[in-house]
Each structure stands twice: as structure tokens, then as C-alpha cells.
């Protein structure tokens, strides 16, 4: 199972970012998939995910209505829309899946991606 994100890059707060995970090695639809973050200096912390069983989507507060979390299942593709754009949304993201919701709202879910670089900079 891989998932590669890609998408990061340096926006002026206010800004928008659109980050993509592509998966690959497994049945994309049955598993269900979301983000995590790390900024500097600080853990991880699980930022949105999507059930596979009825489509239900997850935000943390701190992102909340200001990012969008979304599938192509034709092409195995998760999406993070990002907007409004803030300092302090800067960090490493992650792409992460898990047949269980449980298991990424837990925080531990099974698969990872290497993370895409998003910085937020006047």
C-alpha cells in the first residue's frame, strides 16, 4: 500500500492550497482515508478524514470551514482543499489510510505517506 502526497508549497496567509494524496496497492474505496500535520516542534495531530461507509467527513476545529477534504475514487485520489490560509497551518502533511475510522481518529492509523511541506509566510 503507498500513498504519495504532493501539492505542498510556500502561500501568503489568506491564501489557498490545494494538497493530493495518490494511493495505490489496495481496494482505495474500502479504506477509509484522511490528513494529519505536524508543524515544527509540536506532535501530530489529525486534521480530517473521510468514512468510506457513508461519505461522513471529520474536521478538526482549528480547520474547520476553511479546508475541504474529498475523493476521485476513478483515480484512487484524496484531496485536502485548504483556504483562508493561516501562520500557524504551517507544517509537514500527511496522507494516512486505515480500513477502521476508528484507527484515524485514534490517531493511529496504519499507512502513511512521506508528507508534503505546506508553509504559511508573509
Same mark, same amino acid.
Do not use: H
Given at each position: 500500500?503507498?500513498?504519495?502526497?504532493?501539492? +505542498?508549497?510556500? *502561500? !501568503?496567509?489568506? =491564501?489557498?492550497? /490545494?494538497?493530493?494524496?495518490?494511493?495505490?496497492?489496495?481496494?482505495?474505496?474500502?479504506?477509509?482515508? +484522511?490528513?494529519? *500535520? !505536524?508543524?515544527? =516542534?509540536?506532535? /501530530?495531530?489529525?486534521?480530517?478524514?473521510?468514512?468510506?461507509?457513508?461519505?461522513?467527513?471529520?474536521?478538526?476545529?482549528?480547520?474547520?470551514?476553511?479546508?475541504?477534504?474529498?475523493?476521485?475514487?476513478?483515480?484512487?485520489?484524496?484531496?485536502?482543499?485548504?483556504?483562508?490560509?493561516?501562520?500557524?497551518?504551517?507544517?509537514?502533511?500527511?496522507?494516512?489510510?486505515?480500513?477502521?475510522?476508528?484507527?484515524?481518529?485514534?490517531?493511529?492509523?496504519?499507512?502513511?505517506?512521506?508528507?508534503?511541506?505546506?508553509?504559511?509566510?508573509?
Amino acid at each position: 500500500l503507498q500513498l504519495v502526497e504532493s501539492g +505542498g508549497g510556500l *502561500r !501568503q496567509p489568506g =491564501g489557498s492550497l /490545494r494538497l493530493s494524496c495518490a494511493a495505490s496497492g489496495f481496494t482505495f474505496d474500502e479504506y477509509a482515508i +484522511g490528513w494529519f *500535520r !505536524q508543524a515544527p =516542534g509540536k506532535e /501530530r495531530e489529525g486534521i480530517s478524514c473521510i468514512s468510506r461507509s457513508d461519505g461522513t467527513t471529520y474536521y478538526d476545529d482549528s480547520v474547520k470551514a476553511r479546508f475541504t477534504i474529498s475523493t476521485d475514487n476513478a483515480k484512487n485520489t484524496v484531496y485536502l482543499q485548504m483556504n483562508s490560509l493561516k501562520p500557524e497551518d504551517t507544517a509537514v502533511y500527511y496522507c494516512v489510510a486505515d480500513l477502521f475510522l476508528d484507527a484515524i481518529v485514534g490517531g493511529l492509523p496504519d499507512y502513511w505517506g512521506q508528507g508534503t511541506q505546506v508553509t504559511v509566510s508573509s
